[in-house]
């Protein structure tokens, strides 16, 4: 699966990952603009956090799925949202 890229909802800047570690932020999914779910802490590059010893990521509620086809389409009113937490 490959990487998926944010730019900073704040700032306008990239968020930075490598795969292993990355820029501390703080993610939101929306649903009909209201927050459903956030987590925070290094972006993992596939659109979720690692855990806080950075061996895992930490899972959305919502089925990966429709989290990876948030990345491309506007379905169900979903939407990920993430910001810089520096």
Not at 36 to 50: A, I, L, P, R, T
């Amino acid at each position: 699966m490959g990487c998926f890229s944010f730019m900073c909802k704040e700032c306008g800047e990239a968020i930075l990952s490598n795969s292993f570690r990355g820029e501390n932020v703080k993610l939101y999914l929306l649903k009909d603009g209201k927050i459903v779910q956030s987590m925070e802490g290094e972006y993992d590059s596939y659109g979720k956090v690692f855990t806080k010893d950075l061996k895992n990521s930490l899972e959305w509620d919502t089925d990966r799925g429709v989290i990876c086809d948030l990345m491309f389409l506007d379905i169900m009113n979903l939407k990920i949202i993430m910001a810089n937490s520096d």
